[in-house]
């Protein structure tokens, strides 16, 4: 599971029925990577969370039928990188 | 889900049956490399989309047998890198 | 599988049911990367590890409904990096 | 999906009954690295392929029992990198 | 799949129960990083191998408890990286 830090929602009007009423957020990697997870947890912006990938994201839903890659599992109390 | 930008149509008269007729679009991620995605949403070149990969990847499209491992899932309205 | 080795525990009070009462360790790749891994060892810190990865971290911890995608397999005795 | 270019055969007398009669091929990716791929389009030395990596590789294959992951799905006809 | 070199054996007295009895390597990709198979084949000591990862890498093995997430297919008989 990776570290990153939340950076904003994702806009799009346009997206697969799949997806449809999830929560997407931008989250920034340690390196400085952008990617877009699918957030259960409802985690703020500036926030560090911990997030799980491949199958397991799609377990973390409360949905199976999700294709998402990438959700977030809990937010990180303390964190000094 | 990684963020990447349309650049052009994949042209190839030889490939496997299981992937027919299905749209190709190829990519460029945010560092330059580029790859293949299918695309079931109709993403025009230029455009930011946001993408699923590994077995999500055959979730999101219509039919299950198609053995992609990358896929648009929707295009995003405002992006600034 | 990979080379790791333990950095701490990670604190996190806000986090998905699935993973309830899973210790999870933060660990540092060779190349310095910090991720979070499911602990079914009881790894102490400064010890380097090797982990598995993707839908082999989920068999790797007892019960299968933790979706987890990095599980610590074992403590490595001797490593001269 | 990525694109790589055919560099050889590869040559190895000694392998996994799974993989038997399966042609190999040594790709090469566009940042250079190479990495081996089962081959059901016969591809030629020195063209530009796209490939499926992950448990769509085996989808890919024309048995489901060939434990690769990665295969070329097809030959790009024209590709200025 | 990847080209690695063997390059020891992984000394570890504790570890899961579900790799019991099962040998493992270090091995060294191309860029010199470390990581750890499984080996059904017994590579020796400095032979060229290729790996497959992924739930194909639990596949390879014999039996398919083994949660490993990277193994040994096959030894390479010529190799001029």
Chains 1, 2, 3, 4, 5 share one sequence.
Do not use: H, Y
């Not at 806009?11 to 957020?25: A, I, K, M």
């Not at 340690?30 to 799609?58: E, H, N, Y």
Request: aromatic residues 4%; neutral net charge.
């Amino acid at each position: 599971m990776d570290i990153m830090r939340v950076k904003g929602e994702l806009v799009c009007t346009r997206r697969l029925p799949g997806l449809g009423s999830v929560s997407l957020r931008v989250l920034q990697s340690q390196s400085g990577a952008l990617s877009v997870a699918t957030d259960p947890v409802g985690a703020p912006i500036g926030k560090w969370v911990f997030t799980t990938s491949g199958s397991a994201a799609r377990l973390a839903m409360n949905t199976s039928d999700v294709f998402t890659d990438l959700t977030i599992c809990g937010l990180i109390d303390q964190w000094d990188q």
